[in-house]
């Protein structure tokens, strides 16, 4: 998880508490998350690498992910950054005995009635695990 910041940005400097807060979170509960904050004044390469045109802007990066995922808004709280990771990081697909039951205004659930996952699926599911939830 990295954190692009400006030292003359206002969000940056009242994000930086939460940003803080987060770290702390991921250290206590063990995740195996990494997490990092780049100035980019002082590192303008990986400003235009990574297209960041406002601040402070949050990525997460995998190896499971060809690109680095972009939050695309600032937490109020370390909480809901955390939840987000948590999201991330944990099983890209779920397995069930009963179909979920979809929820109003929730996320898109795609559920794959099969004896086995078919080629690419897993894989499939680890790409769309930030747009819906994926269970067998």
């Known amino acids: 998880m990295v954190e692009f910041f400006a030292p003359w940005c206002g969000a940056c400097k009242s994000f930086a508490p939460t940003y803080k807060d987060f770290s702390y979170d991921v250290k206590q509960q063990n995740l195996s998350v990494k997490v990092s904050a780049v100035n980019v004044e002082e590192n303008p390469a990986l400003r235009e690498r990574y297209k960041i045109e406002s601040y402070p802007t949050l990525m997460f990066f995998s190896k499971h992910q060809s690109d680095p995922i972009k939050f ?54 680890q790409e769309l695990r930030v747009h819906a939830r994926c269970f067998w």
């Not at 955390?82 to 005995?97: F, Q, R, S």
């Not at 898109?108 to 599911?125: D, N, R, T, Y």
């Open 72 to 125: 695309t808004s600032i937490p109020g709280s370390s909480t809901v950054l955390l939840d987000w990771v948590k999201k991330l990081i944990g099983n890209a697909v779920t397995e069930v005995d009963e179909s979920p039951k979809p929820v109003a205004g929730g996320e898109p659930i795609v559920v794959l009635k099969a004896k086995a996952a078919p080629p690419g699926f897993l894989e499939s599911a």
